[in-house]
């Protein structure tokens, strides 16, 4: 005989709660009572308890089948199925369990419900089905010249995973990254089959690496887009001048148009990031910043003179 699971008095719900209302309670209950946080006795069994009761309620189709049973049984009562579920659930009661159990550390209840019980079709038919295992979150940091070029990275992660006993352990694995050039900052790499095992033949999770690319002192990405300031004296912005100019793949040579002025942008075409089928090459944003000498030379200071008197540039003229 199974005991019956509540699972939204474990969450401390209302049997109404909307999905986000469930997740809440959910984050803050696993959080609480996360093996490797709470210094309680209980947490772990209490950790595998709020698991449960979330892996059924956030799933609409297992809470409209949980949902079937009423509300008429209070958590570990013993629970016998509505008539004529007998064929649809195949319970021993000489183990306690339903036959088949999927061994993942979840109570009877919810094995001989969810797990890879007796041989219903129909409705269902979903319960004799693999469980994908779930996929994992991350983030990975990068240099904009890896995000460029592409490279391949090394990451490790401590992962906690259910041993045989059931209990769970923190295990490291080690996944090698391929940065494709172009990688964009936001964007997310999916390895596939590198989450959580999944259980009775289903596939295993993915894992989905968040790309941040770190903070470059040259240049700052903005999309595709690479930006820089390019310091000129005030007669190379005068006069017009080709000047070096540093990109991700060497230097150039730009060429300042006669007159420029400070904050004044120049486009170097195709030297952003490389596109993809989705987005066209970025582009290399040059502002120009006119930068006066502070300790002038007796030559220059006469010349500057010079050229203050026979000047007529009022640039406050209105």
Known sequence: MVKFQDYYETLGVKRDASQDEIQKAFRKLARKYHPDVSKARDAEERFKQVNEAYEVLKDPEKRKRYD??????????????????????????????????????????????????????GMFSQMNSGKEGRSLESEITISLADAYHGATKSISFELLQR??????????????????????????????????????????????????????????????DLHMVLPVTPWEAALGKKVDVQTLTGSVKL????????????????????????????????????????????????????????????????
């Open 163 to 224: 041993g045989p006993d059931g209990k769970l352990r923190r295990q490291p694995k080690s996944y090698k990254v391929k940065i494709k050039p172009g990688t964009t900052d936001g964007q997310i790499i999916r390895l596939s089959g590198q989450g959580t095992p999944g259980s009775r033949g289903g596939k295993s999770g993915d894992l989905l690496l968040k790309v941040h690319i770190a903070a470059d002192p040259y240049f700052t990405l903005i999309g595709r």
């Open 255 to 318: 060429s300042i148009p006669p007159g420029s002025q400070s904050g004044q942008r120049l486009r170097l075409k195709h030297k952003g990031l490389p596109g993809s089928k989705d987005s066209p090459h970025g582009d290399l944003l040059v502002e120009l910043k006119i930068v006066v000498p502070q300790n002038l030379s007796a030559e220059e200071e006469r010349l500057m003179r010079e050229l203050a008197d026979v000047s007529s540039f009022n640039p406050r003229r209105r």
């Open 68 to 121: 079937t049973l009423g509300s008429g049984y209070s958590s570990g009562q013993d629970f016998r199925p509505p008539p004529g579920w007998e064929q649809v659930f195949n319970f021993d009661s000489s183990r306690g369990r339903s036959a088949g159990g999927a061994g993942h550390g979840f109570s009877d209840f919810f094995d001989a419900f969810f797990g890879g019980a007796g041989g219903a079709g």
